[in-house]
């Protein structure tokens, strides 16, 4: 018996080994997820709209985003180009002003003393744009398997449900079918409501800097957008370049810009986002903050980009599996009263 238990010990530690060191490719496959369930989603209003047939539908779903993103890219990507080559350029000018902004307050020691802290030694700048050229191409590799394993759970959901379901113990089976589904409701919900959130920021972030008379508008504005994704850090990242940016032009401009993003982000938290979440899912902002911390850490930079829609499927799971079935106590599951 002893030796039965300490072989049950050591096997449990060497799966937990395991799945520490294949953490990025979990994570990974969740970004496929993510991708089926905009796909099937798509594919279900296809369904109920138009009278498709699943398969013809889900065909159909999978056309259409790839081909709206290709579209868009098509139709704006020279433009959005030529905005960032300006941008690129530009930016070296705005952080120079910034160190000439930081001087006039004396404060230029301890900029460089905080620059050289946060900075890595050692290595040529060549090697760190070689660094930085092949992380941006794995990270374009990774997003190319992330979409074809997308396309392959949305083409066949229910074969990799059930094999996913098998598992489990008989007797648990149930419960984690009905878990798994509630987390996909879950999930679909708060990525329609994130939507909506990033086309808003993007658009009036845009149109705003248009209007102050800001360079690269849609550029920044399409950042603005993109990063709205991740919570508390997104819009803070999109906001740096702005404002780096606009320091170029003057401080008065600057300052311009800071107060728009500042505006923008009051509204979305305040009015939009509220609104959005009545017909989707509320992720309370402590869940929404510890998230981002936590999947960053363990997972780095995905699993900050992750960190919200991680958030909604253990919360569903958390409240499903633990607080339902284990404690035995009544609780709401997230989007449930909204499928």
């Not at 984690?176 to 972030?205: D, F, N």
Request: charged share 10%; net charge positive; with cysteine.
């Amino acid at each position: 018996m002893f030796v039965r238990r300490v072989l049950i010990v050591l096997g449990l530690a060497a799966l937990v080994f395991l799945l520490w060191q294949l953490r990025i490719i979990l994570l990974m496959l969740f970004g496929a997820v993510v991708i089926a369930s905009i796909f099937r989603a798509v594919a279900d209003w296809l369904c109920s709209t138009a009278r498709l047939p699943a398969k013809v539908a889900t065909g159909l779903s999978i056309v259409l985003v790839l081909g709206t993103v290709g579209g868009l890219v098509g139709l704006f990507g020279a433009h959005i180009g030529q905005q960032v080559d300006e941008l690129a350029k530009a930016l070296p000018a705005a952080w120079a002003a910034l160190e000439a902004q930081i001087g006039n307050f004396g404060l230029s020691n301890q900029f460089e003393r905080l620059m050289a802290s946060i900075t890595t030694p050692g290595g040529s700048s060549l090697s760190g744009f070689g660094r930085t050229l092949l992380s941006i191409g794995g990270g374009i590799a990774d997003l190319v398997v992330v979409i074809f394993a997308g396309i392959y759970l949305a083409t066949q959901p229910n074969f990799y449900r059930i094999g996913a379901i098998k598992l489990v113990p008989p007797a648990r089976r149930k419960v984690a079918a009905e878990a798994m589904h509630e987390s996909e409701r879950a999930l679909r919900l708060w990525l329609k409501g994130q939507a909506i959130a990033m086309i808003a920021v993007g658009v009036t972030t845009g149109v705003g800097l248009w209007a102050l008379g800001m360079p690269s508008a849609l550029v920044l504005g399409l950042l603005a957008g993109l990063l709205e994704f991740i919570p508390f850090a997104g819009p803070i990242i999109a906001a740096v370049p702005a404002v780096l940016l606009a320091l170029v032009v003057g401080p008065d401009m600057a300052l311009w810009v800071a107060l728009l993003y500042l505006v923008i982000q009051q509204v979305e938290g305040n009015l939009l986002s509220p609104l959005i979440q009545q017909y989707a899912v509320d992720l309370p902002g402590v869940v929404l903050l510890f998230s981002l911390i936590g999947f960053g850490t363990l997972f780095g930079t995905l699993g900050v980009i992750l960190a919200a829609p991680l958030a909604v499927v253990t919360m569903v799971m958390v409240k499903r599996l633990y607080v339902i079935e284990t404690l035995d106590t009544p609780t709401p599951i997230p989007g449930e009263s909204k499928g």
